[in-house]
């Protein structure tokens, strides 16, 4: 087939209703001004990662980061007193459970309070009042099957309480939503964890 003229093209090209071929697609407006972006970010540099489109009450989200971070740092204090406290035949797995999830409980910590830094807050390690800080309770337990299952009631706790921050948070800060979207699935496996193993210690 010989190869078409230019006219030739013209004419087989896909027209509009009004016979006018359509409009090339224009570029993706979804970006600000790009002059007016940059000039907007060198305005208070000191504030490091948060820029002037960030959507969340930068205090409110600190202070909810804080209340996660006490959570966390009980659950890791709560977890290494069960795994050195854990006695009776069945305690080896239990207690390698228990230190696995203070150790992941750790890892949370150390993200929440690396965030509160990001977003220009400071993270409240005083032990003075952190009990009374976190979401879960500090439960010592006396039995196996009570460690295991004050475990499971503060997974429990964590789970409902990262629920209500992802929603409250929402899109206005999407990398701490992120963040606390990844603690919670974390948090969701320990709770099932913690559940199993409820199921199979005889009371």
Same mark, same amino acid.
């Not at 001004?33 to 000039?39: F, I, P, Q, S």
């Not at 005083?126 to 979401?135: C, I, M, V, Y």
């Given at each position: 087939?010989?190869?078409?003229?230019?006219?030739?093209?013209?004419?087989?090209?896909?027209?509009?209703?009004?016979?006018?071929?359509?409009?090339?697609?224009?570029?993706?407006?979804?970006?600000?001004?790009?002059?007016?972006?940059?000039?907007?970010?060198?305005?208070?540099?000191?504030?490091?990662?948060?820029?002037?489109?960030?959507?969340?009450?930068?205090?409110?989200?600190?202070?909810?980061?804080?209340?996660?971070?006490?959570?966390?740092?009980?659950?890791?204090?709560?977890?290494?007193?069960?795994?050195?406290?854990?006695?009776? *035949?069945?305690?080896?797995?239990?207690?390698?459970?228990?230190?696995?999830?203070?150790?992941?409980?750790?890892?949370?910590?150390?993200?929440?309070?690396?965030?509160?830094?990001?977003?220009?807050?400071?993270?409240?390690?005083?032990?003075?009042?952190?009990?009374?800080?976190?979401?879960?309770?500090?439960?010592?337990?006396?039995?196996?099957?009570?460690?295991?299952?004050?475990?499971?009631?503060?997974?429990?706790?964590?789970?409902?309480?990262?629920?209500?921050? *992802?929603?409250?948070?929402?899109?206005?800060?999407?990398?701490?939503?992120?963040?606390?979207?990844?603690?919670?699935?974390?948090?969701?496996?320990?709770?099932?964890?913690?559940?199993?193993?409820?199921?199979?210690?005889?009371?």
């Amino acid at each position: 087939m010989p190869a078409q003229t230019a006219t030739q093209a013209r004419k087989s090209a896909p027209t509009s209703g009004n016979g006018r071929a359509p409009a090339a697609p224009q570029e993706s407006g979804f970006l600000s001004d790009v002059k007016a972006l940059r000039e907007r970010v060198r305005q208070h540099i000191d504030e490091g990662a948060v820029t002037p489109n960030y959507g969340a009450d930068r205090d409110k989200v600190v202070a909810l980061l804080n209340a996660a971070l006490a959570t966390e740092i009980v659950c890791v204090l709560r977890y290494k007193r069960h795994y050195f406290m854990a006695q009776g *035949i069945a305690s080896d797995s239990v207690k390698a459970e228990f230190l696995e999830h203070a150790g992941e409980e750790q890892e949370h910590a150390d993200e929440i309070a690396e965030r509160i830094c990001q977003l220009g807050g400071e993270p409240d390690l005083d032990p003075e009042g952190l009990a009374s800080r976190s979401h879960s309770e500090y439960v010592a337990g006396t039995s196996l099957r009570e460690m295991v299952r004050e475990d499971l009631i503060a997974e429990r706790v964590a789970i409902e309480s990262y629920r209500e921050m *992802i929603n409250y948070i929402g899109d206005r800060d999407t990398t701490t939503k992120r963040m606390l979207e990844h603690i919670l699935a974390v948090e969701e496996e320990h709770a099932e964890d913690m559940n199993s193993l409820l199921q199979g210690i005889k009371d």
